[in-house]
Every structure is written in C-alpha cells, then in structure tokens.
C-alpha cells in the first residue's frame, strides 16, 4: 500500500519566494492585459448598475426614469406620496367628483406636501429620530390612502 506523502505548510502555503514570483509575473502581464481587460470591466460595471437601478426602480414601484427623485432612506416613502399624489390628480380631474372629492384631494395633496417636507428634513436627524419620523408619516400616508380608496368605490 503506497502511502500518501504529507506536505509542509511552506510546500502548500505562501512562501516568500512565491510571492515575489507572483509579483514579478503581475508587473509582466498586467500591463500587457489590463488595455484589453478594461472595457470589459467598465461594461460589466455598467450593467451591474444599470440592473441595481431596474431592481430598486421595482422594488419601488416607480419608472426607471423617475428614480432619481427618490433617493434617501426616505425614498420608498416618498414613492408613495407621489402614487397617492398622481391618484388624487386623478380624482380632481374625473367627471363624477363630487365637490367633496375636489376639496379633500385638494387638503390631501397640501397634506402630502407637508409629508414630504418632513420626509426630506428626516435625513438630516439621528436614526432614533429619523425613524419615529418616518413612523408619523407612514401612519397618516395610511390615513389619506385609505380615505382616497374610498372615494374610489375599493
């Protein structure tokens, strides 16, 4: 039966030797590859950008044109209040909105205004604060949304 021959850790390892080898051998072909290489590395970053960009896009729930707009912590937020800002334009302009309908869209969007300041001065606050402020929006974003879904017949 052959036994099998057990290495040192200076024939598995990095020895110093290797590493200049290395070394040496990085300074020769990097030169030489990284002309060819580059353009490659910048597409495969420009596509792992641009797929992040389609992934928060969705996750958003917003084109991919607009989501510039909403950037921050705050930024799902403020997706929202530009949903609920669209559908309460939508409300004003419909044949069958009572005048009832055109004066709580009318409050709610100065409402949404107002949330949205609130939304872009969190940014600036402490975690704990930013947080409990984001809370407070959330609950009357909830308020306006499920008040807008009523007058919608949902």
């Given amino acids: ?35 060819a290489l580059a353009p490659l590395a910048v597409k495969a970053a420009s596509a792992v950008r641009d797929a992040y960009d389609h992934y928060q896009a969705r996750r958003l729930g917003v084109p991919l044109d607009r989501l510039s707009e909403f950037t921050g912590r705050g930024a ?38 107002q949330l949205t300041a609130a939304i872009r001065a969190a940014e600036r606050m402490p975690g704990s604060r930013r947080k409990a402020a984001h809370q407070a929006v959330t609950a009357e974003l909830e308020r306006i949304e499920g008040q807008l879904l009523k007058r919608l017949g949902v």
């Avoid at 990095?14 to 990097?30: H, L």
Wanted: zero cysteines; aromatic letters at 2%.
């Fill in 1 to 35: 039966m052959a036994r099998k021959k057990t290495r040192t850790p200076a024939e598995t390892g990095i020895t110093p030797k290797k590493a200049r080898n290395a070394v040496a051998v990085a300074k020769i072909v990097v030169p030489a590859v990284a002309p």
């Fill in 76 to 113: 799902h937020l403020l997706a929202r209040i530009a949903g609920t800002s669209e559908a309460l334009a939508e409300v004003r302009k419909a044949e069958r909105a009572t005048e009832d309908d055109v004066r709580f869209a009318k409050d709610s969007q100065a409402t949404l205004e």
